[in-house]
């Protein structure tokens, strides 16, 4: 079965500091996704990457970026975090060609 | 790009009722479609996947149909439980194109 992980379920952090989530998955996927997930929204792509050091822009990067240093870790950066950017934020998994897609449990992020 | 339109946006169906959630793509490239059921403060997870070969695709009480002349697939489900409430998302992508395109989900609950 496939497994991602996401490094914390829930996290408190302060307004302008930088907050790191983590993710990583066991089943040797080329693609990697973020996704925030609010109420009444749906699942909004923040960044993706489809390979090591490769990262692409989703819907809602702003205030956002990305790290893949090895296929197995995909890393969310929040630079200065603003208490707009609190919310539910999910990682995902996916092989190539038609794939499903596997999703973490998620981190509650709570922006003070 | 791709755009996903999903309906209705809540639904209550009387245990032992089939309910019918509905999407509409616009990519007429886009050849799998996924749905993805995500219960109270848990994962999405995905429940059945169809790709255009075919029209339907069946599991036990839960059917996806896909009509890729109108361009949209559905979700019926039958002799529905109270387990069956939750948030169900379709999506849809293309080979070569590895970032689903979600709906914005579809709120069931089933009353007993």
């Known amino acids: 079965d496939v497994k991602v992980t996401q490094s914390s379920r829930y996290l408190v952090k302060r307004t302008g500091e930088k907050v790191f989530l983590e993710c990583v998955q066991d089943?040797?996927?080329?693609?990697m996704f973020w996704y925030r997930q609010d109420p009444g929204l749906g699942l909004r792509l923040i960044y993706f990457?489809?390979?090591?050091?490769?990262?692409e822009k989703g819907d809602i990067p702003e205030g956002y970026s990305v790290s893949r240093e090895k296929k197995e870790r995909f890393s969310l950066i929040l630079e200065s975090a603003s208490t707009n950017q609190t919310s539910m934020y999910l990682c995902?998994?996916?092989?190539?060609?038609?794939?499903?897609?596997?999703f973490g449990d998620g981190t509650r992020l709570s922006i003070l | 790009g791709e755009n996903v339109e999903q309906h209705p946006s809540t639904l209550s169906v009387q245990e032992g009722d089939s309910a019918v959630i509905k999407c509409t793509y616009s990519?007429?490239?886009?050849?799998?479609f996924p749905w993805y059921k995500q219960e109270l403060g848990k994962r999405p997870q995905l429940i059945i996947d169809?790709?255009?070969?075919?029209g339907e695709k069946k599991d036990q009480r839960i059917a996806v149909t896909l009509n890729k002349t109108a361009k949209h697939f559905s979700l019926h489900i039958t002799e529905t439980q109270p387990e069956d409430s939750a948030v169900y998302f379709c999506?849809?992508?293309?080979?070569?194109?590895?970032?689903?395109?979600f709906g914005t989900g579809t709120r069931l609950t089933i009353i007993p």
């Open positions: 169809i790709r255009s070969n075919v």
């Open positions: 995902a998994s996916r092989g190539t060609g038609n794939q499903p897609q596997h």
């Open positions: 990457s489809y390979d090591v050091k490769m990262k």
């Open positions: 999506a849809a992508s293309h080979f070569g194109n590895e970032k689903l395109t």
């Open positions: 089943m040797d996927h080329e693609n």
């Open positions: 990519d007429s490239a886009s050849n799998y």
